[in-house]
Structure formats: C-alpha cells, structure tokens
C-alpha cells in the first residue's frame, strides 16, 4: 500500500475561482481516485483516474495523471462555497489497500 | 437507504470503559474498514476484513478488537478506553480493494 501526499496543504479561494490541489505518489498504480470529506461527514469518492488515462472529467471537475512523474491533480472550476471540504487522493495498487493523505483543506468564500 | 450505517453516531463514555461501535453495509461488497480519524484529520486505516477474514491489521493496541459476523457487518470492539480513543472512527466497505464506500462516523469521546 502507498499513500499519496496531497499539495496544498489549505486552498482558500473566492467563489467563481479554480481551485488546484496535487497529490504525489511512490510507486507504479493501477489508478489513482480523489476523494472528498465535508465536515464532520465521511469521504466520498468523487472520481478515478486509471493509469493509463491522463485527463479525466466529470461536471467541474478535471484530474490529470502523469505516471512518468508520479502525480495528480484535481482541478475545480468555478468553485462554490459548498465545495468547502478536504479533499484527499488515495493511488491505488491491485491487491492493496488505499491509504489516505492528510488532504488539502479546501475553503470557497462568498 | 443509507449504504454504509454506522452507529451510534456520538459515544461519550469514561476513561475504563468498554464500548462497542457496529458497521453495516448493504452494497453487497465483500471487503470492510475500520479508520480512525484524528483531531488533525489524519485518517489512518486500522483493520480490513475481506468475507469475514481479517486482511489487514495496522498497528493497533489489542484493546481494539474488530468483529465480523457476516460479510454486510463489522463492528469494533474497544476496551479500557483512554483518553487518546478519542477521534472519529469510520466505516468503510468496497468490491475488492477498490472504490470505497464510508459511513457517517461515529465521534468518539473519551473523558
């Protein structure tokens, strides 16, 4: 198992702006999938990127992969304040467990 | 219908005591989690249990003791709680060893 370090380690950003965090990882994967965590609530996986894709999207949400340097990062465009939370990258090897980071705290004003 | 329920939700208990969290999943997956999270929002992985058999255990003081009665429930057991106990601890379950499913939390405080 390995775990992924996540970059920025606090984001605070006005709403309508982009939002970047990165997550750097050891060793090779099979994908790597970002998870979200609102306070005081459990983490829910927002997407995943598979190790041979290196852009993905789903609504405002864009995650590149670059195996060859062994990074991630998620990018949230046009953020709201209801994306406040801690997001956490968790890269994934068949047969292992996911670990998590300490993630990105993440803080959208109005 | 929630997917992962943990319960209960607050545990307020005295430094000594013995208490139990439950963990139920109606996914269908065969893989269960314990985590503990603590004030610093480290979430750190404590047991996994794969069709009722235990397949990771991290370093935990053997007062924590996980139970699976079945491949849906996985509860956790702690004795002689002590002040460092106290943190949120989360469920999870997933298919295999993949995408993961959490509960609610259950928050933990020990006095």
């Known amino acids: 198992s390995q775990q992924g370090e996540e970059d920025p380690q606090a984001l605070s950003i006005q709403e309508g702006e982009n939002a970047t965090m990165n997550c750097s990882y050891k060793?090779?994967?099979?994908?790597l999938q970002w998870y979200r965590q609102n306070s005081g609530r459990g983490l829910v996986h927002l997407i995943l990127i598979r190790s041979n894709e290196r852009e993905k999207h789903s609504g405002r949400l864009r995650v590149t992969l670059d195996t060859s340097k062994k990074s991630s990062s998620l990018l949230i465009t046009a953020s709201r304040a209801a994306d406040t939370a801690s997001y956490f990258c968790a890269p994934y090897q068949a047969g292992t467990a996911l670990i998590f980071g300490k993630g990105t705290t993440l803080s959208v004003s109005s | 219908d929630t997917a992962v329920s943990q319960t209960p939700k607050y545990l307020v208990t005295q430094m000594g005591n013995d208490k139990s969290i439950k963990c139920e999943q109606n996914l269908g997956h065969d893989t269960m989690y314990w985590y503990k999270q603590d004030s610093k929002k480290f979430l750190k992985i404590m047991f996994s249990y794969n069709n009722k058999e235990l397949i990771i255990n991290e370093t935990v003081p053997n007062r924590f003791s996980p139970k699976s009665p079945d491949k849906a429930h996985l509860n956790l057991h702690i004795n002689s709680l002590e002040l460092g106990d106290s943190a949120v601890y989360f469920c999870a379950s997933s298919q295999g060893l993949d995408i993961q499913y959490f509960g609610a939390g259950t928050r933990l405080s020990v006095l």
């Open positions: 060793t090779s994967i099979n994908n």
